[in-house]
């Protein structure tokens, strides 16, 4: 089947039923959302899934009254009736927009009544459905990996409600919820956070993750704590990869990261001083590569302090540094 022609299997996939073609689906994406997360729990719940990586895209809504929506700078642009169209135009898009504002308050109503025991165990349901899952991707809407899946059930969404998501969010609640439930799905390999990540989730114990991607942290000097406890949950860490969030001149966290096993690491974003640097390659002697991009070296040059490590220069590669 490797090398079949394409025509061929879109062939036979046109005779397979929804239910089948999803179960051969290698990557799925749900929004994280009461009325999206049900429809999708009732799809996979058709049979077991071959999926290997699950994206979770959370986002949050302003929440206002009729007026305050009618005029938000997040309502959909095509939302307004022209002042030029006819009487009866203009009638016909009132009543639409009254049906788009009570879809829209249904739908801020759900999501504010949350119940977080019910979507843990939803969530568990729904993984509980894909044996085979790797890889789990957690996003924000406002993020640009949505995927064709993702950016039809948002597309579908902001035009229903009238109203696109916070352009500020964080996914630190979801993320939080999700590795309560890890622990029970010692499959998972790998752990991408693409949005923003203010607040940390409480120490959890994935020996089996092999891969972290944090790609918009924001730490506090207050989060400090709570951000060494999390990375403590990955003993076995072999890939870490980590930029801030919107490039605030954080200092990378390197004196808090030691990982035995660490082969690749990245890091995006941050100030660095030398002495960091150098204790962090001297703790993980098994690196076999490190990329540093527009990192800003804030003691030394990096002629100077890549002339200091030998043979170890060449695991380590510069893009944009100063």
Known sequence: ????????????????????????????????????????????????????????????????????????????????HSIFASQDRRALSDELAQQAFDAYYNFIREEHFRDKQHDQAQLARILSQMPLLEKITVSSLVRKRLGRLGQTKLYELRHRIRMSPTIFDSVGNLVERLFLLLPSFCNIRSIHIQGKLIDFPAPTLLDGVKELNISALSLMASKTTS?????????????????????????????????????????????????????????????????????????????????????VQGIVQLQNCS
């Not at 096993?261 to 690196?287: I, P, V």
């Open 227 to 311: 951000f060494v406890d999390f990375m403590r949950s990955f003993p076995n860490l072999e890939r870490l990869s980590l930029s801030p969030y919107r490039h605030l001149g954080l200092i990378c966290p390197l004196a808090e990261i030691h990982y035995p096993r660490l082969r690749e690491a990245s890091f995006n974003g941050f100030w660095l001083s030398k002495e960091l640097f150098l204790d962090f390659l001297a703790r993980h002697a098994g690196l076999r590569s490190m990329t540093l991009e527009e990192i800003m070296l804030a003691d030394s040059s990096w002629r100077l302090v890549l002339s200091e490590i030998g043979d």
């Open 1 to 80: 089947m490797n090398r079949a022609p394409g025509e061929i299997i879109e062939e036979i996939a046109s005779y397979l039923p929804f239910s089948d073609l999803l179960s051969f689906s290698l990557d799925l994406a749900v929004l994280n959302t009461t009325s999206c997360l049900s429809d999708f729990e009732k799809t996979v719940g058709s049979g077991t899934l071959c999926t290997r990586h699950l994206s979770l895209y959370h986002g949050t809504w302003p929440a206002c009254a009729r007026d305050d929506w009618e005029t938000h700078p997040l309502q959909v642009v095509d939302a307004h």
